[in-house]
């Protein structure tokens, strides 16, 4: 998430907590293509693909996928300007 969000000229934490903490908060229904997904335990994050999918790395190590979103224990935030 911060490594492509840093592409775009939008300076991220690396960790999820404060990815979570100063990202604006959305309600699901207005979460669009590019929104961060974070999961509820603040466990995992990724970017909102649209359709329920979004693009995560599973786990360390691992390439980037495209995925649906695996749990409905979930909320989205955005950064930057849409």
Not at 35 to 44: A, G, N
Request: charged share 15%; proline share 7%.
């Amino acid at each position: 998430v911060m490594f492509v969000f840093a592409h775009f000229g939008i300076a991220l934490p690396h960790s999820v907590h404060e990815q979570a903490r100063i990202g604006v908060k959305i309600k699901p229904e207005d979460a669009m293509p590019g929104d961060v997904v974070i999961m509820s335990d603040l466990s995992h994050s990724g970017i909102y693909a649209g359709n329920g999918n979004f693009y995560h790395a599973p786990r360390p190590g691992d390439t980037v996928k495209l995925a649906p979103i695996f749990t409905s224990n979930i909320f989205f935030v955005r950064f930057g300007t849409k």
